[in-house]
């Protein structure tokens, strides 16, 4: 069920942006009276799941969900009809149109990509608004997974600032790390101010493990107990707030993760407080090296900031919130060029994507993903790969500042090219989700 809930928001989340995409190049067709033969939505090789032709243009849905398209008269793309191309230009062709109206076809599809992200950021801000974690709420300092503990950092270091700044959101201090191939990251420990240093092998580790591997430290706390819990036989209840172990000061849920498995087998004395008052209780580690005692969620112990936008202020903040995605994005392609990083490993095809979204009916979610997927259709379309929005836009801008137009040999043959590109970066997309899929 959990697998039908997220296709089902992939597929639907891919159907609305592919056909939201090709209509930013159908009605600027249309409107410079530029004959389409054909819109759809995934590809038909060879048959086509339904199709209807109304006012000389063919609608159709495909059986291949790798995307969408429109067939224009007149245009070289992924049709490669060479027999149309070889006679005379219509009027109502793509070819005849033009440099100018040519470009605003072909750019189109991404300028609505662009504009989709920022109406659906608009209205999620002014529904929702945002609400995060400041960083300088996390007063208790971090955790840190193996990796980061072998690039230098500990279990409760504060972080003053990752390459000389510090994100306001906390959220935004792992994504400052990885998406800079080496820097710094000034830290605060036992009342000293330290420097770690990172280098490449250290974000490629850090990206291979695919995990959190910063996270806000937290005190724990009670939130419940497993079946069978020893420390619930022992008397702890719900709210209690776990203080130490043996006499030994250890307030933070990350301490008894790391420690209790060394007293298994053992009796032990639990320090904890309940109600402002200090007590202690006698807890039997089984040989599991836990004592059933769920942590409270770290949402109540921290002051999460809570952003709500009027009409007038979600607009410009729907600009910030696009822009700040799409930098971040083109950043990660730096990454992912950069063979010492093994980032390039971690590109994701269809599974990944469809992963992203929630098992359950989650609209803030989906309309968030669908708003960065729509942002990086867009940056991706807009690259100048022969076979892209980009790479059209490209010979047209040629045409333009030269005066010359390409021949429509040399659009077939950049046409070919571009096809093999992206079947290469499709290949190792996809061929990475099925090695994760069948590694795990």
Same mark, same amino acid.
Request: glycine share 10%.
């Given at each position: 069920?959990?697998?039908?809930?997220?296709?089902?928001?992939?597929?639907?989340?891919?159907?609305?942006?592919?056909?939201?995409?090709?209509?930013?190049?159908?009605?600027?067709?249309?409107?410079?009276?530029?004959?389409?033969?054909?819109?759809?939505?995934?590809?038909?090789?060879?048959?086509?799941?339904?199709?209807?032709?109304?006012?000389?243009?063919?609608?159709?849905?495909?059986?291949?969900?790798?995307?969408?398209?429109?067939?224009?008269?007149?245009?070289?793309?992924?049709?490669?009809?060479?027999?149309?191309?070889?006679?005379?230009?219509?009027?109502?062709?793509?070819?005849?149109?033009?440099?100018?109206?040519?470009?605003?076809?072909?750019?189109?599809?991404?300028?609505?990509?662009?504009?989709?992200?920022?109406?659906?950021?608009?209205?999620?801000?002014?529904?929702?608004?945002?609400?995060?974690?400041?960083?300088?709420?996390?007063?208790?300092?971090?955790?840190?997974?193996?990796?980061?503990?072998?690039?230098?950092?500990?279990?409760?270091?504060?972080?003053?600032?990752?390459?000389?700044?510090?994100?306001?959101?906390?959220?935004?201090?792992?994504?400052?790390?990885?998406?800079?191939?080496?820097?710094?990251?000034?830290?605060?420990?036992?009342?000293?101010?330290?420097?770690?240093?990172?280098?490449?092998?250290?974000?490629?580790?850090?990206?291979?493990?695919?995990?959190?591997?910063?996270?806000?430290?937290?005190?724990?706390?009670?939130?419940?107990?497993?079946?069978?819990?020893?420390?619930?036989?022992?008397?702890?209840?719900?709210?209690?707030?776990?203080?130490?172990?043996?006499?030994?000061?250890?307030?933070?849920?990350?301490?008894?993760?790391?420690?209790?498995?060394?007293?298994?087998?053992? =009796?032990? =004395?639990?320090?904890?407080?309940?109600?402002?008052?200090?007590?202690? =209780?006698?807890?039997?580690?089984?040989?599991?090296?836990?004592?059933?005692?769920?942590?409270?969620?770290?949402?109540?112990?921290?002051?999460?900031?809570?952003?709500?936008?009027?009409?007038?202020?979600?607009?410009?903040?729907?600009?910030?919130?696009?822009?700040?995605?799409?930098?971040?994005?083109?950043?990660?392609?730096?990454?992912?060029?950069?063979?010492?990083?093994?980032?390039?490993?971690?590109?994701?095809?269809?599974?990944?994507?469809?992963?992203?979204?929630?098992?359950?009916?989650?609209?803030?979610?989906?309309?968030?993903?669908?708003?960065?997927?729509?942002?990086?259709?867009?940056?991706?379309?807009?690259?100048?790969?022969?076979?892209?929005?980009?790479?059209?836009?490209?010979?047209?801008?040629?045409?333009?500042?030269?005066?010359?137009?390409?021949?429509?040999?040399?659009?077939?043959?950049?046409?070919?090219?571009?096809?093999?590109?992206?079947?290469?970066?499709?290949?190792?997309?996809?061929?990475?989700?099925?090695?994760?899929?069948?590694?795990?």
């Amino acid at each position: 069920m959990d697998i039908f809930i997220q296709a089902s928001q992939f597929i639907l989340s891919l159907s609305l942006l592919i056909v939201l995409h090709e209509l930013g190049h159908f009605i600027p067709a249309k409107l410079f009276k530029t004959r389409v033969e054909k819109f759809y939505l995934f590809f038909d090789p060879w048959f086509s799941l339904f199709k209807k032709k109304v006012g000389g243009t063919e609608y159709g849905v495909g059986w291949l969900p790798l995307g969408g398209y429109v067939k224009i008269s007149g245009m070289v793309d992924e049709s490669m009809d060479k027999e149309q191309m070889a006679k005379d230009p219509e009027p109502w062709e793509f070819r005849s149109k033009p440099a100018w109206q040519r470009l605003i076809i072909m750019v189109g599809g991404v300028a609505v990509n662009v504009f989709v992200a920022l109406a659906i950021f608009f209205g999620m801000l002014l529904y929702w608004g945002e609400e995060y974690l400041p960083t300088e709420e996390v007063k208790y300092g971090i955790t840190v997974d193996d990796n980061a503990r072998a690039m230098g950092l500990e279990n409760g270091d504060i972080i003053l600032s990752v390459n000389g700044k510090l994100p306001e959101r906390f959220n935004q201090l792992p994504i400052e790390v990885l998406l800079n191939e080496r820097g710094a990251i000034e830290v605060e420990r036992d009342g000293e101010r330290l420097t770690v240093n990172y280098t490449e092998e250290d974000v490629a580790r850090l990206i291979a493990s695919r995990g959190a591997f910063i996270g806000p430290r937290f005190r724990y706390i009670v939130g419940g107990f497993t079946e069978d819990s020893p420390a619930k036989e022992a008397g702890l209840q719900e709210g209690d707030h776990i203080l130490g172990l043996n006499g030994v000061s250890m307030p933070f849920f990350d301490q008894w993760i790391e420690r209790l498995p060394d007293f298994k087998g053992e =009796t032990v =004395t639990v320090d904890y407080e309940r109600d402002g008052m200090a007590m202690s =209780t006698e807890v039997e580690i089984p040989e599991s090296g836990r004592m059933g005692v769920f942590a409270a969620s770290i949402i109540d112990q921290f002051n999460t900031e809570v952003k709500t936008y009027g009409f007038f202020e979600a607009i410009p903040a729907s600009f910030t919130k696009s822009r700040q995605l799409l930098t971040d994005y083109i950043r990660q392609f730096k990454l992912i060029a950069n063979p010492k990083t093994g980032a390039y490993k971690e590109v994701g095809g269809f599974i990944m994507i469809a992963n992203q979204f929630d098992t359950s009916w989650n609209w803030e979610r989906f309309w968030s993903f669908t708003a960065f997927l729509s942002l990086m259709l867009a940056f991706l379309n807009i690259l100048p790969i022969p076979a892209l929005d980009g790479g059209h836009v490209v010979f047209v801008l040629w045409e333009m500042i030269t005066g010359r137009k390409p021949s429509t040999k040399v659009l077939e043959n950049a046409q070919i090219v571009g096809f093999f590109i992206l079947l290469g970066l499709i290949i190792l997309a996809n061929g990475n989700d099925i090695v994760r899929l069948f590694g795990n």
